[in-house]
């Protein structure tokens, strides 16, 4: 209204007279407020209508030093919901409201009305040691008719609460951690808006630190949800209607709550110390062996009077005669072209005596060396011209499949490494940088938003330090790492001595022995490291979407291994590290695909089963033929050659038995279609447990072979064998436990928690952490020492299986 600015503010107060009158003529005119003084613990019986509002005045002491919370409960006895009661809750710093029937929504924004609402009241700060402070309660509608309630308040006390037991495994519940602040979120639609908060159907679990509450008090809320979905639970039924109000029957929960005081920093000193101890002892008693070991080779050679600088061809001693071996000791036809055929000389169990000139050493030096893992090729023509003779014989000796250029083993043995180790390496930094920054990023969201159904942890043993929910699982992960770096040493240790010994032209370095190739044994030490690496890092935010992390590098291993069993007796035809890395790449892949899409999904395991069994086939036909086969457009016009002349028309055996053997044994376990006849919840370790029980059959049928071929094993490789077989079993008991499972819903997992029972400290699954650390680094020792037996024995009388 254009106005000169002096009567501006009479106009306004005037327009706000005008209606504040037409509005109190219309509606409040003819309303009746009561006022009453209330009491905690009564129960108040009344009735309000549109015409009266009603009024409740509580007088309610606050301490400082102590948190006690109010309930505030409301009952409508009435049965018709057009008309709620509002019910409006004033304090000091706070006002709350609701109205009952609550409508609260659920999944597909299904209304469920609830006659029955109780509210908590924050406590407000007061900077006195005690201090009085009203609250009030109005009760009013604007039903026309009168509508019978009930009102009771009552005080809450022992909030602070970590752990809460149930009988019951539904209603689906929520318990959340809030600070004591204004308003307190008790409802299904607002508990996890402030603080910690998590699912729960038996059990339920937080820790809270000092450091997220600065008040040093906190509430503990516990609310029942509208649905069970949330807790994997059925979906009962659909609206016929999107308006249609649901009955949520009776849904209650009987619960046990406790007071559970966290460990004190001493349990963290006493855990770490213990983690650290266990496998600094690892490190002392390596060194003790290498002691005694020294000192053994030391009184060894003073017995032989050989000094420490020669060889046993300037000694005049040779290798052991060949091991007699059922069907392959047959008129001497296993005997390459460098076997010796004077038996007589032999003199004892160790050493035979035989002349032989500078010239005759010298060739076999030259003919029997060592070839490097890293190469898939060979270097001279002599050699392509008789591949096909040499590996086609029944029998075959090692030094048929060690021929390869000494320039090669010569380079490789001078750099320490490979390409296994350096390919390893750079896989790792590659692949662990993202997984850091992910986990990094998971632990600051269940931090930030409180929500404790992320990660599933074992909360019954869940110990916090710093921004990390679980400490102790990473912890417990430190002796992989630990572990792999003390492999990693002893084989250093060991390269360097043969290093040495080729520098000498040692025979029983050159002629003798296994082929000594290390780097597949740096390969897998680094690997462990990084398996150790890549758990601590799945533990931060243990989760169904980053469990790969935690298998990636245990697919490693197990090819690791595989891979060295092979090399061992198979040198010049061992896979190289980039078709080896390949393979491993495509396992992990398929770990991720199954992860994302096996659960439910026929066709993926249609599709993987006939993957998985083309690949066998391939792998069963390179192992049997020792790599002289060719994929190519003719291997149809071949294989109905073959089946007809050794099936059909002579119907002749295998030419070589036992790798047919153990080819037959290895297609039954892949062949066993297990994910197609009852699928697993679990693919990543459904196919972890394939490459586990491939790797066990196959060292099964090499311990078999090199016992039947007349080989021993030193005492120091069976107790190895011993030890970690032990060890392996008693792991294998924690692994089992299950105390959590990401296949499941966050509060159905929570049902499979338990309490430390290691130190107040270490759960079920950290015990696995130990053990299963010590099992892998024993089983490494074993493929290191296994054939150590053979380091007298020249390599033209060492039999390959």
Known sequence: IPAPCWIRPGLIALLWLCGFSCCSGAVGETKNVVQKDAEFDVTYNDTVTSENQTIYAFNHTV???KTEGVRVSVDVLSQGFESPILFVIRQKQAVLSFQVPLILRGLYQRKYPYKHVGRTLCQPPTRAASESQYFFVDVSTLSNQGTNYQLRVSRVENTVIVKVNSEMNFPCSVMSIQDIQCPVYDLDNNVAFIGMYQTMTKKGAITVQRKDFPSNSFYVVIVVKTEDEAC????????LRPDELIDAGNRSKVLDVMVSPAINSDIYVIGMLFCLGIFLSFYLLTLLVACLENKRVSKKREVFQIPADMSPAETGKIPASPYEYGSFADNGSTLSSEAVTDSATSTDNNYGYMDRSLDSVGRSRQESLSSVEEDDYDTLDDINSDKNIVRTKKFLCVSDLARKDKRILKWSNSSQMSHFSRNIA?????????????????????????????????????????????????LSNLGYVMLGLLFLLIVLKRDIVHNRALVRNNLNALECGIPKHFGLFYA??????????????YHVCPNYTNF????????MIAGLCMLKLYQKRHPDINASAYTAYAC????????????????????????FSVIHILATLLLSTQLYYMGRWRLDSGIL??????????????????????????????????????????????????????????????F??????????????????LVCILFTAVVWGFALYFFFQGLSTWQKTPAESREHNRDCILLSFFDDHDIWHFLSSIAMFGSFLVLLTMDDDLDTVQRDKIYVF
Not at 586 to 592: E, L, R, Y
Not at 700 to 717: D, H, N, P, T, V
């Open 700 to 717: 099964a049928f090499y311990i078999i072979m090199k016992l039947r071929s007349g080989e021993r094993i030193q005492c120091l490789a």
């Open 637 to 698: 016009r071949r294989m109905v050659y073959v089946i007809y002349t050794d099936c059909i028309r002579q119907c002749s055996g295998p030419m070589y038995i036992d790798r047919m053997v153990l080819i037959v044994m290895g297609n039954i376990v892949n062949w066993s279609a297990y994910g197609l006849i009852e699928r697993p919840n679990d693919f990543a370790s459904y196919l972890l447990a394939i490459a586990i029980c491939n790797l066990l059959l196959y």
């Open 524 to 537: 897998m030490g680094t690997a462990l490291m990084m398996e150790g690496l890549l758990s601590a890092c």
């Open 548 to 555: 790969q992390f935690d298998t990636s590098f245990m697919y």
């Open 232 to 239: 994997g639970g059925p979906l009962r039924f659909y609206p």
């Open 584 to 607: 491993l790449a495509v396992v992990i892949f398929f770990s991720v695909l199954g992860v994302v899409f096996g659960k439910g999904n026929t066709v993926f395991w249609i599709v």
């Open 426 to 474: 750079t896989i790792a930094v590659f692949y662990a940088l993202p997984v850091v920054q992910l986990v990094i990023t998971y632990q600051t969201v269940v931090n930030v938003t409180g929500n404790q159904d992320i990660c599933y942890y074992n909360f019954l043993c869940a110990h916090p330090l710093g921004a990390l929910s679980a400490f102790n699982n990473i």
């Open 63 to 65: 301490s400082r030093n």
